[in-house]
C-alpha cells in the first residue's frame, strides 16, 4: 500500500451531528419538516445528492440551489466553531507519513470548510492531497473524488486504501474499485457499513493507531 485516503466529517471531526441539524433546519425553512435522523442518515453524500432524498425535482429545480446556499451559510454562521477533532487524529497521521506512505482526504465538503478542518485537526502539513465538492462534478457516492485523487498521485486502486465513516464513502470507493475501512465515531450502523462494502471497522482515528499493524500495516 503506498496511501491512505481518508474521508473528514465523522472520520476525522465530530461533524455529522451538526450537519444533519443544519440540513434539517434548512429543510424546514424550505417546507419539510424531517426527522433529525433521516436527515442524519444522509450525511456523508454531497448536497445534490442528499437533497432530492427529500424534494421532487419540481421543487428542487425551484430552490434547490438557494436551499443548499442557505444551508451553507447557516452551518458556517452557526455549527462549523463546535466542530472539533477526533482524538489522535494526527498521531495517525504521523505514524503513516513515518512509513513513508502518501497521505491524502476526499471530501464532499466545500474547499473552505474542508481547511478549516484540517487546520481545526492540526493536519494540514501532513496532508499530500486535497480534494472537496469544489474539485469534482459530482460528490459521494459517486467515485469522482477517489477517482480524482487516483489520477493526482498517479496511483492504481490497489494502491491504496479509504478510511471513511458512512456508507457512502465504501459505495464512492467501491466503484473506483479502492477497498475501504470503516469507523464508527460517525455514528453509522455497523451492519449498514458492512453491508456497502467495508473490509473492516474500528471505533476511531485512535482505535487504527492502536491497532496500527492489522489495520494498515499489513494492507
Known amino acids: 500500500m503506498k496511501a491512505v485516503i481518508f474521508d473528514v466529517d465523522g472520520t476525522?471531526?465530530?461533524?455529522?451531528?451538526l450537519?444533519?441539524?443544519?440540513?434539517?433546519?434548512?429543510?424546514?425553512?424550505?417546507?419539510?419538516?424531517?426527522?433529525?435522523?433521516?436527515?442524519?442518515?444522509?450525511i456523508g453524500k454531497g448536497g445534490n445528492?442528499?437533497?432530492?432524498?427529500?424534494?421532487?425535482?419540481?421543487?428542487?429545480?425551484?430552490?434547490g440551489s438557494e436551499m443548499k446556499e442557505f444551508r451553507?451559510?447557516?452551518?458556517?454562521?452557526?455549527?462549523?466553531d463546535k466542530v472539533k477533532p477526533f482524538p489522535e487524529v494526527r498521531e495517525l497521521l504521523l505514524r503513516i507519513k513515518k512509513e513513508g506512505k502518501k497521505i491524502a482526504v476526499g471530501?464532499?465538503?466545500?474547499?473552505?470548510?474542508?481547511?478549516h478542518y484540517l487546520k481545526i485537526a492540526d493536519i494540514k502539513d501532513l496532508v499530500d492531497i486535497t480534494t472537496s465538492a469544489d474539485d469534482i462534478e459530482r460528490a459521494k457516492p459517486h467515485p469522482d473524488v477517489f477517482q480524482f485523487i487516483l489520477r493526482k498521485l498517479d496511483l492504481l486502486p490497489g494502491d491504496t486504501i479509504v478510511?471513511?465513516?458512512?456508507?457512502?464513502?465504501?459505495?464512492?470507493?467501491?466503484?473506483?474499485?479502492?477497498?475501504?475501512?470503516?469507523?464508527?465515531c460517525g455514528g453509522f450502523d455497523e451492519n449498514t457499513l458492512y453491508?456497502?462494502?467495508?473490509?473492516?471497522?474500528?471505533?476511531?482515528?485512535?482505535?487504527?493507531?492502536?491497532?496500527?499493524?492489522s489495520a494498515l500495516q499489513r494492507r
Open 163 to 184: 478510511v471513511g465513516d458512512s456508507p457512502y464513502d465504501a459505495e464512492a470507493a467501491g466503484k473506483a474499485q479502492i477497498q475501504t475501512i470503516g469507523v464508527r
Open 195 to 213: 453491508e456497502a462494502g467495508v473490509i473492516a471497522i474500528y471505533d476511531s482515528p485512535a482505535d487504527i493507531l492502536r491497532q496500527y499493524q
Open 72 to 80: 451553507a451559510k447557516l452551518f458556517k454562521d452557526k455549527f462549523i
Open 107 to 115: 471530501s464532499s465538503a466545500h474547499k473552505d470548510e474542508l481547511e
Open 12 to 17: 476525522l471531526v465530530d461533524s455529522v451531528d
Open 19 to 42: 450537519h444533519a441539524e443544519a440540513w434539517r433546519q434548512a429543510f424546514a425553512k424550505y417546507g419539510k419538516n424531517i426527522n433529525f435522523q433521516a436527515a442524519r442518515d444522509q
Open 49 to 63: 445528492e442528499l437533497m432530492p432524498h427529500f424534494f421532487g425535482k419540481k421543487e428542487l429545480e425551484q430552490f
